[in-house]
């Protein structure tokens, strides 16, 4: 359950800050990743989409599945994941980098 919330509270931050024109990971990152507006407006609402999806996959594991199945999950699955996105991010990071040249 803790993790439904966690990545449901992170989702709605940064949904928020998107609809505010003020993202978040804009201003956690902008010292060491330089991207343009349109990068970080999108990979603000890439990262929310990945929270949403955690927190509905984590309620159907927990749901459906043995506890130590969950456990499971929650240590390895939801990392797995995330590491994976964050590969995916790659060329989204490529395409609206700026150059410091």
Do not use: C, Y
């Not at 990971?25 to 990068?39: A, E, F, I, P, V």
Request: net charge positive; hydrophobic share 55%.
């Amino acid at each position: 359950m803790k993790p439904t919330i966690i990545n449901t509270l992170f989702a709605i931050i940064l949904i928020g800050s998107t609809l505010i024109n003020k993202p978040v990971l804009k201003m956690l990152l902008n010292s060491s990743l330089k991207l343009t507006d349109q990068g970080w407006s999108l990979m603000n609402k890439m990262w929310s989409g990945l929270f949403i999806f955690l927190a509905i996959l984590n309620e159907i594991v927990w749901r459906t599945q043995t506890t130590d199945t969950w456990v499971n999950f929650k240590v390895f699955g939801i990392m797995g994941i995330t590491i994976i996105f964050t590969i995916i991010q790659i060329p989204l990071l490529k395409k609206h980098l700026i150059s410091l040249d």
